[in-house]
């Protein structure tokens, strides 16, 4: 169900809303999609996610202008902190979710690639009670804030050229943070490997650049990987 959701002085937010079977109530989580944005690909995110008992709302960040421009300005939100008009419009689909009336008012975030890369940003200090990681960079220098993190459940590909160590680092942080976290590297995986979409939903320049990224759909690992974000937000995010 496409609905808007109010944003405040940047007006409604555009977002793709899945919600479970039954009355609720459930806990919220935030989809937070890839570069391509809005994409039939979101939609079954947010679908698996409302089969699994949670109320999931998938924002389309690029709202509002010509698309190439909104890549580079959400992007630039991502690199420069937590303030930007992406993140703003991420948190008013977060606290839609917790004030929504079938909803237990806990609510998580779920991010691929570009969308990973928010997942992460967001998880220390921003009211969420977990975050799902897939794929998402961060700084090295910036990952100190890691300790005041929610829970982290995170995936990454070990055939991801641009991610070569990613895991490994995170792993290391959220230890020695002492934050409640499961982090794995599919060893045959590449980029984005849990994102599948279809050739007439990517652009050229996308496709040219998937080749570098090893970036590919791969059931096996998408399977793992939701199996695992599924009993990692069942500990974190749907206890009352």
């Not at 995170?170 to 976290?181: D, G, K, Q, S």
């Not at 599948?196 to 939903?201: A, I, K, L, N, T």
């Not at 990517?202 to 599924?230: G, K, M, N, Q, Y």
Request: hydrophobic content about 45%.
């Amino acid at each position: 169900m496409l609905t808007a959701i109010d944003g405040g002085a940047r007006g409604p937010v555009p977002a793709y809303v899945a919600e479970p079977a039954g009355s609720g109530p459930w806990p919220g989580v935030v989809v937070v999609h890839d570069a391509l944005g809005m994409t039939s690909d979101l939609r079954r995110q947010a679908g698996w996610l409302a089969e699994a008992g949670y109320l999931a709302a998938a924002p389309d960040l690029f709202h509002g202008g010509r698309r190439v421009l909104c890549v580079v300005a959400v992007m630039r939100d991502l690199t420069r902190g937590t303030d930007g008009p992406a993140f703003q419009d991420l948190a008013a689909v977060r606290r839609w979710l917790a004030a929504h009336p079938r909803g237990t008012g806990r609510v998580g975030i779920v991010g691929f690639c570009l969308g990973g890369g928010f997942a992460l940003a967001l998880a220390p200090r921003h009211g969420y009670d977990a975050s799902a990681v897939n794929y998402g960079a961060m700084a090295e220098r910036d990952l100190d804030r890691l300790a005041d993190a929610c829970p982290i459940v995170a995936s990454y590909g070990g055939d991801d050229p641009t991610l070569k160590g990613a895991a490994a680092r995170l792993e290391r942080v959220l230890t020695a943070a002492r934050v409640p976290h499961d982090v794995k590297e599919y060893p045959d995986a590449g980029h984005g490997f849990m994102n599948d979409h279809p050739r007439s939903e990517t652009p050229w320049a996308v496709r040219l650049l998937a080749r570098v990224s090893h970036t590919r759909f791969d059931p096996a690992a998408t399977a793992d990987a939701r199996e695992r974000i599924v009993r990692f937000f069942g500990e974190h995010l749907a206890r009352r």
